[in-house]
């Protein structure tokens, strides 16, 4: 069995913060993760917290917990690039951060995605140039 830690962002809204736990619980339940903590701390547009993330990387190295289970990657951060920093900063202690909405499968694509070289570029618009006047050409 898996370990795993729970963390979701508290809304202050009583009954999401009721059934976001207990939504948690059972995924982890019909997955196979035996749940080591969970964690939660209000919601923040910046995502998890600083303190939030060095008490993740503790118990990854106290516990043996190599998983985070969350709600979305709204949980983690509020834009792309936040979600990123925090999944790569997580990442360098081989910890995995899963949704039980397969947001963040996205987010770990864009994360490792080659970057497009600036030589890639030009060669696609040459291409793309050509083509176009070779359409025009045998439109005529």
Known sequence: MERAIIYYAKTGLEATDHFVPKLLEKYCQDNGYEIVAMLSEPASTEGVSFPMKYAIIGLNMEEDVNTIITLSKDMIGA???TVIDTLGKLSEYDIYVEDI??????????MYKEPVQESDIRGLVLDTVSKFYHNIRDGR
Do not use: A
């Open 79 to 81: 834009t792309d690039e």
């Open 101 to 110: 909405n397969g947001e963040l499968e996205e987010c770990y694509e864009m």
